[in-house]
């Protein structure tokens, strides 16, 4: 009986120290990140979204970042800070372009400094860019779908809520605080359709205010309100192929 005991003992002991002396388990954790990219002062801090080579380069530039960044993307300082969104190849690029986005960004898109800080809209390739230094704020606030090569410029669709045509709404504050539906090769001019009222059909309202709080009781025809001031403050609706030429006597051709 006593040498059970003794036998079970040591294999109570045995079986402790082989406890003991298991390996420790590693905790994994956050993915290295590719080549060239995390680059400056806390760039990568708190980052769970995917990464590819050459993204998140500057200070904070992808801190606490839940979205998907493709390669040469989010370059500047905070410049996708806070994103959840799907960022594209080379976008988000200058200060806070695209800080606290929550919206799909395409490639080469949301360029400038707040170009897209706070968007939740789509944004199509090419499209919410500052055109020149010094501008920026394109598309901050926006919410709407923006198409390929739309919003150029100052301003141009920021707090934007409507859907934007490709190649449209360029200029300094072209779209600013619209709401409307606005079709392709649209609202060209600095304020072109601020705030404008009614849904802008393609290839009108090109000029500076041309269509600025416009088109309260109609839309905006096909290829109309093509002019400085044009048809700005008409309370519409205009036809198609109306509405187009110089101001007279220093307003536009169908201002009230």
Known sequence: MAHQSRTLIALLLTLGLAVL??????????????????????????????????ACVGPFACENNAGSINKDACHGDVSCQLNTGAVGVGA??????????????????????????????????????????????????????????????????????????????????????????IAKNSCHGTAACENVQGNVSAGSCNGNAACAFAGADGAIGTNACNGDRACANNPGPIAAFTCNGPPVGGKGICEP
């Open 92 to 181: 988000c690029q200058g200060f806070e372009a695209c800080q606290n986005n929550a919206g799909t960004v395409a490639k080469g898109a949301c360029v400038g400094p707040d170009a897209c800080q706070g968007n939740t809209g789509a944004v199509g390739e090419g499209a919410c860019i500052s055109v020149s230094p010094g501008n920026s704020a394109t598309c901050q606030g926006n919410a709407g779908q923006i198409s390929k090569h739309a919003c150029q410029g100052f301003s141009a669709c920021f707090l934007n809520e409507g859907s934007v045509g490709e190649n449209s709404c360029v200029g300094t504050v072209a779209c600013h605080d619209n709401s409307s539906a």
């Open 21 to 54: 002396f298991l390996p420790s388990v590693v905790t994994a954790g956050p993915p290295k990140p590719p080549a060239g990219s995390c680059i400056g002062t806390d760039a990568c801090t708190g980052n769970t979204g995917s990464l590819q080579t050459n």
